[in-house]
């Protein structure tokens, strides 16, 4: 197989890459998160949270829009984005990898300011925001890891 074989296989030109398809995967779980806090944030409805977290504070708070719109809304577009370019690279598109790298290393950033905003601004969690932040670091590690992998 060649260097890069994580990314694409090259045992056959219609292989479907392992770790970009693993990378669609764990996206559509960000996006599901990213619409269930669309949902209850339009219907004004509170998101069940757990006793160690205050959802309320963070999806409140003055940090949980941009111009009125909420964040879920950017980060389900984010997650949407990560997924089109993970499946096509899963099938064949080699140049969207990059892309993908791009987009989820800005989404890792803009994630750690928000995990900064919920443990030293807002000072509480939120369970489903924390859901959101560890999806995005999954999405890094994977790009690292095919990364590392093809300089072998």
């Known amino acids: 197989m060649s260097s890069n074989s994580e990314i694409m296989s090259s045992e056959t030109g219609g292989a479907i890459a392992k770790l970009p ?56 577009a984010a ?10 690279t899963a099938f064949g598109n080699r140049a969207t990898w990059r892309l993908f790298g791009g987009q989820v290393t800005l989404m890792l950033l803009f994630t750690a300011w928000l995990v900064y905003l919920q443990a030293f601004v807002i000072e509480a969690f939120c369970q489903f925001c924390l859901l959101s932040a560890a999806t995005t670091l999954v999405l890094f590690t994977i790009f690292l890891i095919s990364k590392f992998s093809r300089l072998r």
Not at 79 to 88: E, K
């Open 79 to 88: 997650y949407f984005a990560a997924f089109a370019l993970a499946i096509l």
């Open 21 to 76: 398809l693993l990378a669609a995967v764990v996206a559509l779980f960000g996006l599901a998160d990213a619409i269930y806090l669309t949902i209850y944030h339009y219907t004004a409805v509170a998101v069940p949270c757990g006793e160690t977290f205050d959802c309320g504070a963070v999806l409140n708070s003055q940090y949980a829009e941009i111009a009125g719109v909420p964040l879920a809304i950017f980060g389900a």
